[in-house]
C-alpha cells in the first residue's frame, strides 16, 4: 500500500485548495481511506473519510460545508477540495487508509499513511 499526497501551499484566508492522493498497491473497494491533519503541538485528528462499505463519508464538525472528500477510484485516487480557507486549517495534511468499513478515529490505530502535505493559511 502507497499513498502519495500533494497539493498544499500558502492561500490566504477565504482561498481554496484541493488536495489529492495518489494510492497504490491496494484496491479501494476494500480500503477505507480519507484524510488527517496534525498542527503544530497538537494531534493528528481525523478530517474526513470515505467507507469502503458503503461509500458514507465523514467530516469533522471544524470542515463541514467547506471541505469535500471524493474518490476516482478509474485514477486511484482521492481528493480533498477545501474551500473558504481559515487559518486555524494550517496543517500538515495526511491521506490514509485503512482496511475495512472505517478510518479509526484514532490515528495511532491507522495502518498506511502517505507523506504529508503543508497547508498554510494566513490572515
Known amino acids: 500500500v502507497q499513498l502519495q499526497a500533494s497539493g498544499g501551499g500558502l492561500v490566504q484566508l477565504g482561498d481554496s485548495l484541493r488536495l489529492s492522493c495518489a494510492a497504490s498497491g491496494f484496491t479501494l473497494d476494500y480500503y477505507a481511506i480519507g484524510w488527517f491533519c496534525q498542527a503544530p503541538g497538537k494531534e493528528r485528528e481525523e478530517v474526513s473519510c470515505i467507507s469502503s462499505k458503503d461509500g458514507s463519508i465523514y467530516y469533522a464538525d471544524s470542515v463541514k460545508g467547506r471541505f469535500t472528500i471524493s474518490r476516482d477510484r478509474a485514477k486511484g485516487t482521492m481528493y480533498l477540495q477545501m474551500n473558504s480557507l481559515k487559518p486555524e486549517d494550517t496543517a500538515v495534511y495526511y491521506c490514509?487508509?485503512?482496511?475495512?468499513?472505517?478510518?479509526?478515529?484514532?490515528?495511532?490505530?491507522?495502518?498506511?499513511w502517505g507523506l504529508g502535505t503543508l497547508v498554510t493559511v494566513s490572515s
Open positions: 490514509a487508509a485503512e482496511r475495512g468499513a472505517r478510518l479509526p478515529e484514532d490515528s495511532t490505530r491507522v495502518t498506511h
